[in-house]
Every structure is written in C-alpha cells, then in structure tokens.
Nanobody
C-alpha cells in the first residue's frame, strides 16, 4: 500500500488550499481514510476522516472550514481547506485504517498506512 499526499504550499491567512491523497494497493471504498497534521513543536493530531459510506468526522479546530471527500473511482481523497489560519500551519498526512469497513477512526494508532506528508504554511 502506498499513499501520496500533495497540494501543500505557502498561503496567506484567509486563503484556501486543497490537498489530495492518492492511494495504490487498496481500494478506498472499503477503508476508513483520514487526514492528520503535525504543527511545529506539536503532536500529530486528527483533522478529518471519511468512512466507506462517505460519513465524515472533523476535529473541532477545523469544523466548518475544512471538507474531506473522496473519489473512489480515482482512489483519491481530498481535503478542502478554507479560511486558513496561521494555526493551521503543519505537515499534513493522509492515512488509512487497515481494518476493512471501519466506521470511525480518530486516533493515530488506529491507522496502518501513512503518506509522506505535505507542508502547509499559513502566513498572517
């Protein structure tokens, strides 16, 4: 299984950015997919997740601003980030819970496969 995250960059506060995560070696339609982030000096934290039914979960800091989605046909997951804040600055990782048909996974230790991360920097 390989995951590749891309789409990060340097933006200003209030801007939008869309991250993508392409997967090979598994079908996104069967697994719980998530986005995590790790900011400078911070621990890795859950951002958003989507299950095989398309049901989504968001962390409180991003709720209402970020939207997670996926295209099963392209085996690609997305994270649309709007109204970005400097506190959103982090390396963003996509990940897969390796348990088929998982309904919800918000802890990093539930995830088996991880992408390499893409850096998002939000300037004030």
């Amino acid at each position: 299984v390989q995951l590749q995250a891309f789409g990060g960059g340097l933006v200003q506060a209030g801007d939008s950015l869309r991250l993508s995560c392409s997967a090979s070696g598994l079908s996104m339609s069967r697994f719980y997919m998530g986005w995590f982030r790790q900011g400078p000096g911070k621990e890795r934290e859950f951002v958003a997740g989507i299950n095989y039914r398309g049901e989504t979960t968001y962390s409180d800091p991003v709720k209402g601003r970020f939207t997670i989605s996926k295209d099963n046909g392209k085996n690609t997951m997305y994270l649309q980030m709007n109204s970005l804040k400097p506190d959103d600055t982090a390396v963003y990782y996509c990940a897969v819970d390796g348990r088929m048909w998982s309904r919800k996974s918000i802890f990093a230790n539930e995830y088996e496969y991880w992408g390499q991360g893409t850096l998002v920097t939000v300037s004030s």
